[in-house]
């Protein structure tokens, strides 16, 4: 599960207070986002791993944005391409051509499919119309993010994960009309601190893990309609970490797992 960005209160307190707009529409009583899309058979951060959660009614794929030397953005979970490629070297560093050449490793050995490092712009192509967009936004321009997502008519499909508190400021600045979420703040333990620091992000979404949330955090956010998406993915998940989200009564989970997620929340008749 990846580590949480821990903001402080205090550093929203001081950030430009805007409205924040509503997230995308969801049919679905429980919103399931596959994390670095449906890697389960094919590589993370891939299109192929963004149609896999398509075929599987999944609401959000979640991606992460990095920038190349030359400037394209394209996804990326770590600084470099060593995980998710056969090459080596952090991606501000590299070209996108030298990127492009690089074979993104499959998951499975019996797995002989080819498979490059993606632009955003192939991404949003591919989810247009068909699944939201959670952006991890590890690495790049706002504005040029923007353009993008404005240019293929993607503005009411897409969420911005936000890192670092200047991203916060940018894309308020910049782009005020797209929904933000980031991780709940350390010192954030009570409805009261909740409602507090809600009042000041003005972000859409937030996530965490389900111990910490308390019910009366979860009702503080529902009548502030900010949405509550807990990160379950774990090397071994299951019901085990998918129950404990559900007895909360959380709008939503970001899995390693979306299929069979979304056929347990089937079950569960919460989907």
Known sequence: MRSYVLFSLLIFITAKVVAQPPLPYSKHTTVVIAHRGDHVLVPENTVAACKKAITHGVDYVEVDLRTTK???LVL??????DHMTNGKGAVKDLTFA?????AVKPRLEADKNVYRVPTFKEVLAACKGKI??????????????????????MERSVIVYINAEEQLKQWQQIA???????????TVKDAASLQAFI??????????DHRQYTPEMLAAAKAAKVAVWLDVQEKEEGPAQWDPALQLKVD?????????????????GRR
């Open 252 to 268: 939503g989970m970001q899995t390693d797992h979306p299929e069979i997620l979304v056929k347990y929340l089937q079950k569960k």
């Open 98 to 102: 030298a990127i492009r050449q690089l």
């Open 76 to 81: 990326m979970h770590n600084a470099t391409v």
């Open 132 to 153: 939201h967009i959670y952006l991890d936004f590890k690495d790049a321009d706002v504005a040029k993010t923007y353009a993008l997502i404005k240019a293929a008519g």
């Open 176 to 186: 005020p009309q797209m929904p933000l979420m980031c991780s709940l703040p350390e």
């Open 199 to 208: 009042r000041t992000a003005k972000v859409a979404a937030l996530d965490g």
């Open 70 to 72: 030359d400037g394209e």
